[in-house]
């Protein structure tokens, strides 16, 4: 498996989508709007910080 990195604008992008997408998120559990819109968003979310989290930020 080759090496995966993520570059620091890569990292600071999927960091402000997984920001966008919990808001989101808060937003539609709020208005008891439709469940899928939850799982989306959730999911999103819960994506974008995982791979944040996991794989390593090398700069340039």
């Known amino acids: ?3 995966v990195t993520l570059s620091p604008a ?15 998120y808060r937003r539609v ?3 008891e709007g ?3 819109q939850l799982w ?5 979310a819960a994506g974008c910080l995982l791979a944040v ?3 390593p930020v090398v700069p340039g």
């Not at 989306?40 to 999103?44: A, E, F, K, N, P």
């Open 34 to 36: 439709p469940r899928w």
């Open 40 to 44: 989306v968003s959730g999911l999103l």
């Open 1 to 3: 498996m080759p090496d």
């Open 53 to 55: 989290a996991l794989f």
């Open 10 to 24: 890569l990292a600071t992008v999927l960091f402000v989508l997984a920001c966008l997408a919990g808001h989101r």
């Open 29 to 31: 559990w709020k208005e």
